[in-house]
Every structure is written in structure tokens, then in C-alpha cells.
T-cell receptor, first 112, second 115 residues
Framework: DQQVKQNSPSLSVQEGRISILNCDYT??????FLWYKKYPAEGPTFLISISSIKDKNEDGRFTVFLNKSAKHLSLHIVPSQPGDSAVYFCAAAGGATNKLIFGTGTLLAVQP | GAVVSQHPSWVICKSGTSVKIECRSLDFQATTMFWYRQFPKQSLMLMATSNEGSKATYEQGVEKDKFLINHASLTLSTLTVTSAHPEDSSFYIC???????????FGSGTQLSVL
């Protein structure tokens, strides 16, 4: 049972435009959400997070939106840059443990 | 920021041999470390949770006798893949957490190829 889903395996965007990466979850116990960026053969690096008490968190070019009623979050990157090309994972945690449940990732390609 | 070092970054071994992967927190004491594996085009899958000084907690379907985890100190956890087989070939990543409210810090990962 995939509790965290990223339904788009890939996304291609022109440099300078907005990239929107989507993530859906099923477990209502999740109360903390994170986005990670991963280059090939490297470990994921933390990008941005959001707690369930907020619906938006912004850090530079990256903004994460959380819609709790829809159990949906999205990552907006604007303006997109070629160096943003990577696989983006969303992850969720909640309940009594620190376990992170990851989505399957979305490959973002930013075209120059 | 906090740094987690993982070694080696890649390893090739023969079927039947054992491989040890180290995960170190360089500038903080990690009370809890996690081990993940990722198959190509799939999600990061949690294998086990490792707490310093106690036995690791394995996720369902992960063989504890095959994937030995030792969290001997607050800065070091090791994963040993025993009697490795080609199906164990994967990308293994560790992560560490400083306390319960901190985000995870990830190592750079280890690409294991079993011939």
C-alpha cells in the first residue's frame, strides 16, 4: 500500500518557468512533510518541509503548499533553473515514530 | 549544517561475500539512524531503524540475519550485507537524526553491485 504517491514520474519545464511537483498521501496521521532532491548515485538532500499546522512554506525559489483536506501537497520552483534537474521525492511522517515514508519520485528536467 | 558520511560510495563484490557499509554523523550525536535502499526508479524504502546501544528494528520483509545493523556508538552505525547475492544489488542510504524534532540528514549513499 503506497501511502505517499507521486503520480507523475517525470516533468519537463523550460528554464525560467514554474515547476510544480505534486504529491498525494493517504494516511491522516501524517503531520510533517518534506521534499528531497536527489542527483544520480547520490543521497537525497533536504529541500523544504512543512508542518500540518501550516498551509504554505516558502524558502527562496521553493514553496511548498499543503492542502490537508485533499491530502495533497505540492512543490513550486520558480524560476526553474537547469541545475534544478533532479529527482524530487516527497516524504511524510507522523504518529509515534520518526519514520519517513517516501513517494516514488518525480524526475524534473529543466530545459535551457 | 549537520553532515552524515557514508562509506564506501560504491562497492562491487562476488556472490556469497559480505559487505559492510558505514554511516557516521560527523558533527552531532545521532541517537537514531535509519537505513534505506532504493531500487532503480523506485522509492526509498526504509529497511530498519537503529538506536544506539539497542537492537535494530527491521521493517516487514527485511531479513535481519541478512542485513546486520550495529549502532555501536552515537556517531556510527554499520550495515553488513551478509552472503550477498545479485538481487541485493541496490543503492543503500543511511540517515541520522539528532533528536526527535529534527529533520533527517542523509549520507551520500552506497551503490552495491553483486556479481
Amino acid at each position: 500500500d503506497q501511502q505517499v504517491k507521486q503520480n507523475s514520474p517525470s516533468l519537463s519545464v523550460q528554464e525560467g518557468r514554474i515547476s510544480i511537483l505534486n504529491c498525494d498521501y493517504t494516511n491522516s496521521m501524517f503531520d510533517y512533510f518534506l521534499w528531497y532532491k536527489k542527483y544520480p548515485a547520490e543521497g537525497p538532500t533536504f529541500l523544504i518541509s512543512i508542518s500540518s499546522i501550516k498551509d504554505k512554506n516558502e524558502d527562496g525559489r521553493f514553496t511548498v503548499f499543503l492542502n490537508k483536506s485533499a491530502k495533497h501537497l505540492s512543490l513550486h520552483i520558480v524560476p526553474s533553473q537547469p541545475g534544478d534537474s533532479a529527482v524530487y521525492f516527497c516524504a511524510a511522517a507522523g504518529g509515534a515514530t520518526n519514520k519517513l515514508i517516501f513517494g516514488t519520485g518525480t524526475l524534473l528536467a529543466v530545459q535551457p | 549544517g549537520a553532515v552524515v558520511s557514508q562509506h564506501p560510495s560504491w562497492v562491487i563484490c562476488k556472490s556469497g561475500t559480505s559487505v559492510k557499509i558505514e554511516c557516521r554523523s560527523l558533527d552531532f550525536q545521532a541517537t537514531t539512524m535509519f537505513w534505506y535502499r532504493q531500487f532503480p526508479k523506485q522509492s526509498l524504502m526504509l529497511m530498519a531503524t537503529s538506536n544506539e546501544g539497542s537492537k535494530a528494528t527491521y521493517e516487514q520483509g527485511v531479513e535481519k540475519d541478512k542485513f546486520l545493523i550495529n549502532h555501536a556508538s552515537l556517531t556510527l552505525s554499520t550495515l553488513t550485507v551478509t552472503s550477498a547475492h545479485p538481487e541485493d544489488s541496490s543503492f543503500y542510504i543511511c540517515s541520522a537524526i539528532r533528536d526527535t524534532n529534527e529533520k533527517l540528514f542523509f549520507g551520500s549513499g552506497t551503490q552495491l553491485s553483486v556479481l
